[in-house]
């Protein structure tokens, strides 16, 4: 009998999730706060924002429409991004939809928002586990407004995590100067 895909995917999220803390291992705030170019988008105290979201003393920089062409974003932001974003598909996906931007408390240092991220994927990872095997090609709200299959919220919460990761990871070797070795997750034998 066909288990579904359910063990896939969640495996596949896990992965995704599990390498995405491997690359955040040892972050510090000046990395986290580091502009690789003039004009970056970052986690800045409200005085210092232009646009942003979140509540509290920090806010994400932010703006819809986005300006063309985007900013560079700092790896703060893409921590903060991936945390934030990893709820809000959660909420919509599995609860009520209540989540917002507009709400979230953004962390205003690395440990911090290291942590936040942490939860989240943990949230997100475990609501995933619970599901019976047929519940990914079942219609949930999505944060855009439209309905979607759960596969494809889950799908891109897992493209999220692995394309900011590898952002991230690419961001952290400029600032060293060097590529970092690391052993990932389910690769060492």
């Known amino acids: 009998m066909n288990a579904g895909p359910r063990p896939l995917i969640e495996t596949r999220l896990r992965y995704a999730f599990s390498r995405t803390r491997v690359i955040l291992e040892g972050l510090t705030d000046d990395e986290y706060f580091w502009e690789p170019v003039d004009r970056c988008w970052s986690i800045r105290r409200v005085a210092d924002a232009d646009r942003g979201w979140g509540a509290g003393e920090w806010r994400c920089e ?3 429409p986005a300006p063309e062409p985007l900013p560079i974003t700092t790896i703060g932001w893409r921590v903060v991004h991936l945390a ?17 931007l507009l ?4 962390p205003g240092t690395a440990t911090d928002s290291v942590a936040w991220l942490e939860r989240a994927q943990d949230r997100f990872v475990e609501a995933v586990a619970g599901l019976a095997p047929m519940a990914f090609d079942e219609r949930r ?9 759960l596969s494809t919220l889950v799908g891109l919460i897992e493209f999220e995590h692995t394309h900011h990761g590898a952002e991230i990871s690419l961001l952290r070797d400029l600032r060293r100067g060097a590529a ?4 990932w997750p389910f690769l060492s034998g």
């Open 141 to 149: 709200p999505a944060h855009w407004g439209e309905e979607v299959r």
């Open 180 to 183: 970092q070795t690391k052993r």
């Open 103 to 106: 709400r979230v408390v953004v």
């Open 62 to 64: 932010d703006a819809y």
């Open 84 to 100: 934030a974003w990893t709820d809000v598909y959660r909420s919509f996906a599995f609860e009520d939809g209540s989540e917002s």
